[in-house]
């Protein structure tokens, strides 16, 4: 299974952007689908969370409010509609699949090779 991660790119602060995250075999109801981000000299932190079968979803704090995650079964992508961007969340953001919910990037086996987000003062 690959995840092809897109949709990144230069925005203003303030801005937005909406990131996909296609993935190349079906994803099941049992998984769950994350976005986490790395930015340059930090560690990657958890952003969002969903599961596929039901679609619950879940948020770091620092994003409530701002950003949206969603999925389309039929399309096999997973989305993140992200609002309101601060210089500060520049980073290379990651898709990645897991068994279960978790915001440990430990816990998710599959990854996808990352797409730049860099936000503008």
């Known amino acids: 299974v690959q995840l092809q991660a897109s949709g990144g790119g230069l925005v203003q602060a303030g801005g937005s952007l909406r990131l996909s995250c296609a993935a190349s075999?079906?994803?099941?109801?049992?998984?769950?689908m994350g976005w986490f981000r790395q930015a340059p000299g930090k560690e990657r932190e958890f952003v969002a969370a969903?599961?596929?079968?039901?679609?619950?979803?879940y948020y770091a704090d620092f994003v409530k409010g701002r950003f949206t995650i969603s999925r389309d079964g039929a399309e096999n992508t997973m989305y993140l509609q992200m609002n309101s961007l601060k210089p500060e969340e520049t980073a290379v953001y990651y898709c990645?699949?897991?068994?279960?919910?978790?915001?440990?990037?430990?816990?998710?086996?599959?990854w996808g090779q990352g797409t730049l987000v860099t936000v503008s003062s």
């Open positions: 075999e079906r994803t099941f109801s049992s998984h769950v």
């Open positions: 990645a699949r897991g068994n279960g919910y978790s915001t440990r990037a430990a816990d998710y086996y599959i």
């Open positions: 969903i599961r596929w079968g039901g679609g619950r979803t």
